[in-house]
């Protein structure tokens, strides 16, 4: 393809990356591939029998929260699902199902008459869930998704630009960076929830002895064995926290931040140029001339579509509207909707990090700055090829989250029941299932009127 079109520019969709980010993320450390695993083979475990499904919901109080997760490898926040199910959020453990898993596995474990394999693999369960290794990894994969489950969620939106995208994903990596050695406030985290969650076995009624282990285990240093004539060396004292914390915590938050880095910064000279079309840098372009390098890589692919498209002719075109843009952006534009994040200044929370907001007064994005230029008609003279720049930010993919919901929608509505489905018929169930929004919205009684009038029975039978 690029021996075909030197110029073209393949977009890898941000949301995979970001998936495969945290596929590298959770295969970093031994610790962290543990717990994963875990929580999958205890969803599994329970689901497989109909024995453990009616224990587990003699134990679960939450009856909205009765569903254990799996972990697939191909579902985004999966992961975190099944992390936050049952150890709540981070530092927070009031809303987790821990009690009722361990409860429940006790539970299968006591129970006589299960096989003894089963029982043996509900132990094993058991006993890892409540090692305080399991209960600071955890704490640490909760503290990683508070940053990245918000980008994910953006990704996967309508109305979003590669240079949102970017910004999201910078952002998203600063903050990760800002608790990359912040040990302390992962330890406080775990202490509160192993505190909170023994006081929750010792109120329930199940007459149990377990409890989370409330530190690591302190590992003793292996003595070796001295030869005639050595002369014997000070032995080093192992701390297991500290080794967890550099061994197991630090890698992991290494392995992300750069996973980030590494696998988002193949458009960067594109990116880089894209960017001085944000209104949000005129300030800069009015102040400060812009450097030499600019919209260089910009002009070698619009150049394909205009042979006036130099570095120095977007320059200069960016440089007069930018010193007009105070004077445009006063004029008014038609609203239109739009998803995107919060500002990183504001409290992000799980729940509203993404919001639909009605753009057109804000002036202060790309899509703004072509509705002017388009408004007023300056893309044919005026600001030719600035207008060309804009059009080819605004359409340049950056996801495909769309056609993978499409393939998954498919596979519901012609499942196994359904595989004599007409290829006309196939076609409408797509159809209404992937435009819901627009489905949802017709009117009732306008669609049986327009049915009704298909025949004379139909008219008797509707109206």
Same mark, same amino acid.
């Given at each position: 393809?690029?021996?075909q079109?030197?110029?073209?520019?393949?977009?890898?969709?941000?949301?995979?990356?970001l998936n495969?980010?945290?596929a590298?993320?959770?295969?970093?450390?031994?610790?962290?591939?543990?717990?994963?695993?875990?929580l999958n083979?205890?969803?599994?475990?329970i689901?497989?029998?109909?024995?453990?499904?009616?224990?587990?919901?003699k134990q679960?109080?939450e009856?909205?929260?009765?569903?254990?997760?799996?972990?697939?490898?191909?579902?985004?926040?999966?992961?975190?699902?099944?992390?936050q199910?049952?150890?709540?959020?981070?530092?927070?453990p009031?809303?987790?199902?821990?009690?009722?898993?361990?409860?429940?596995?006790?539970?299968?474990?006591?129970?006589?008459k299960?096989?003894?394999?089963?029982?043996?693999?509900?132990?094993g369960?058991?006993?890892?869930?409540?090692?305080?290794?399991?209960?600071?990894?955890?704490?640490i994969?909760?503290?990683?998704?508070?940053?990245?489950t918000?980008?994910?969620?953006?990704?996967q939106?309508?109305?979003?630009?590669i240079?949102?995208?970017?910004?999201?994903?910078?952002?998203?990596?600063?903050?990760?960076?800002? /608790?990359?050695? +912040?040990?302390p406030? &992962?330890?406080?985290?775990?202490?509160?929830? #192993? %505190?909170?969650? *023994?006081?929750? $076995?010792?109120?329930?009624?199940?007459?149990?002895?377990?409890?989370?282990?409330?530190?690591?285990p302190e590992?003793?240093?292996?003595?070796?064995?001295g030869?005639?004539g050595? /002369?014997?060396? +000070?032995?080093?004292? &192992?701390?297991?926290?500290?080794?967890?914390? #550099? %061994?197991?915590? *630090?890698?992991? $938050?290494?392995?992300?931040?750069?996973?980030?880095?590494?696998?988002f910064?193949?458009h960067?000279?594109?990116l880089?140029d894209?960017?001085w079309?944000?209104?949000r840098?005129?300030?800069?372009v009015?102040t400060?001339?812009l450097?030499?390098?600019?919209?260089?890589n910009?002009?070698t692919?619009?150049?394909?579509?205009?042979?006036?498209?130099?570095?120095?002719?977007?320059?200069?075109?960016?440089?007069?509207?930018?010193?007009?843009?105070?004077?445009?952006r006063?004029?008014?534009v038609?609203?239109?909707?739009?998803?995107?994040?919060?500002?990183?200044?504001e409290?992000?929370?799980?729940?509203?990090?993404?919001?639909t907001?009605?753009?057109?007064?804000?002036?202060?994005?790309?899509?703004?700055?072509?509705?002017?230029l388009?408004?007023f008609?300056?893309?044919?003279?005026?600001y030719?090829?600035?207008?060309l720049?804009?059009?080819?930010?605004?359409?340049?993919?950056?996801?495909?989250?769309?056609?993978?919901?499409t393939?998954?929608?498919?596979?519901f509505?012609?499942?196994?029941?359904?595989?004599s489905?007409?290829?006309?018929?196939?076609?409408?169930?797509?159809?209404?299932?992937?435009?819901k929004?627009?489905?949802?919205?017709?009117?009732?009684?306008?669609?049986?009127?327009?049915?009704a009038?298909?025949?004379?029975l139909?008219?008797?039978?509707?109206?």
């Amino acid at each position: 393809m690029t021996a075909q079109s030197p110029t073209h520019v393949h977009v890898w969709c941000y949301a995979h990356i970001l998936n495969l980010v945290i596929a590298d993320t959770t295969q970093s450390v031994i610790e962290s591939g543990s717990l994963f695993n875990l929580l999958n083979d205890i969803a599994v475990f329970i689901k497989e029998s109909y024995h453990r499904v009616n224990l587990w919901e003699k134990q679960t109080q939450e009856t909205r929260h009765r569903r254990l997760s799996p972990i697939g490898e191909t579902r985004w926040w999966a992961k975190h699902d099944a992390l936050q199910k049952i150890f709540g959020h981070f530092g927070k453990p009031d809303d987790g199902l821990f009690v009722d898993v361990v409860l429940t596995l006790e539970a299968i474990e006591k129970r006589e008459k299960e096989k003894p394999a089963v029982r043996a693999k509900a132990r094993g369960f058991k006993e890892c869930l409540l090692k305080h290794e399991t209960v600071l990894t955890a704490q640490i994969f909760l503290r990683v998704f508070e940053q990245t489950t918000p980008l994910s969620k953006y990704l996967q939106s309508k109305g979003m630009d590669i240079l949102s995208a970017h910004h999201m994903v910078t952002a998203t990596q600063d903050g990760l960076k800002s /608790i990359a050695r +912040d040990f302390p406030t &992962v330890k406080t985290a775990a202490d509160t929830f #192993v %505190k909170q969650t *023994n006081q929750k $076995l010792e109120e329930r009624e199940n007459n149990t002895d377990m409890e989370v282990e409330a530190e690591l285990p302190e590992k003793r240093a292996k003595k070796r064995k001295g030869m005639a004539g050595e /002369i014997p060396e +000070d032995e080093l004292q &192992v701390n297991a926290e500290k080794s967890y914390e #550099v %061994k197991v915590h *630090n890698v992991i $938050l290494d392995t992300v931040i750069e996973a980030i880095h590494r696998r988002f910064v193949i458009h960067g000279p594109l990116l880089a140029d894209l960017a001085w079309l944000d209104p949000r840098r005129f300030s800069q372009v009015r102040t400060v001339s812009l450097p030499s390098n600019a919209f260089q890589n910009l002009s070698t692919r619009l150049l394909k579509f205009d042979s006036r498209a130099t570095v120095n002719n977007l320059q200069s075109e960016l440089k007069r509207f930018a010193e007009q843009w105070e004077r445009l952006r006063t004029s008014h534009v038609d609203d239109y909707m739009t998803r995107t994040a919060k500002d990183r200044s504001e409290e992000w929370d799980e729940e509203s990090e993404i919001v639909t907001k009605s753009c057109g007064s804000c002036k202060n994005c790309p899509l703004c700055c072509y509705q002017i230029l388009r408004r007023f008609n300056m893309l044919s003279d005026a600001y030719r090829l600035l207008g060309l720049a804009y059009k080819y930010l605004l359409t340049l993919s950056l996801t495909q989250v769309a056609c993978e919901r499409t393939f998954s929608t498919l596979k519901f509505i012609k499942s196994r029941l359904r595989s004599s489905l007409s290829a006309n018929k196939l076609e409408m169930f797509m159809l209404m299932a992937t435009e819901k929004d627009i489905l949802m919205s017709l009117d009732s009684d306008m669609v049986i009127d327009r049915v009704a009038e298909k025949s004379d029975l139909l008219r008797k039978l509707l109206l």
